[in-house]
């Protein structure tokens, strides 16, 4: 299904990139149309920018141009029930599987993306291994799980929440 796996996409760039991308996946926050497009121009660098025949076609303000940017990203939400839907599904996701959610949760403050540090012997990833006595695949499948099955639930469900 396409639109779960780019539901799934937003999600992790909500998570990796957005300061409070937790909190925005349950609920508490909504990202504003600047912050997504704050990310997008971390993703894809500073070539983000309308295209050129775009942006001389429809002269815009700054705020204009974030919007459109944003605009893709809002729209693969609303798929998904949009930022309320998707934290629907998050917080029910949190409910059924508390153990799984645990891992997630933990993993998403602690293992950056990029790797772990020098710094400590052990990186952050074996320590969350050992602290839950699993495997560093398993928690990584894990992490991955609750990501496409609250995608795969907000795309999927007949509730109409409302914000």
């Known amino acids: 299904m396409e639109q779960v796996r780019r539901l799934a996409a937003v999600i992790e760039l909500i998570l990796e990139y957005h300061p409070k991308g937790l909190r925005v ?3 508490e926050t909504e990202p504003t149309t600047s912050e997504l497009s704050e990310i997008l121009r971390c993703v894809c660098g500073t070539g983000a920018d309308l295209p050129i025949r775009i942006a001389a076609a429809f002269p815009s303000s700054p705020q204009e141009r974030a919007l ?7 729209n693969i939400v609303a798929d998904g029930g949009g ?5 629907a ?24 993306a990029g790797g ?7 990186t952050a990833l074996l320590r969350l291994a050992a602290r839950f006595g699993m495997s560093v695949d398993t928690i990584q499948r894990k992490r991955r799980f609750v990501v496409d099955k609250i995608a795969t639930a907000a795309v999927r469900t007949d509730r109409v929440l409302n914000p």
């Open 83 to 87: 930022w309320a839907g998707l934290a």
């Open 68 to 74: 459109l940017r944003a605009d893709a990203l809002l």
């Open 25 to 27: 996946l349950v609920g």
């Open 89 to 112: 599904m998050a917080r029910e996701f949190r409910e059924l599987y508390s153990e799984t959610w645990e891992i997630f949760r933990t993993h998403v403050e602690w293992i950056d």
């Open 116 to 122: 772990g540090t020098r710094l400590e012997r052990e």
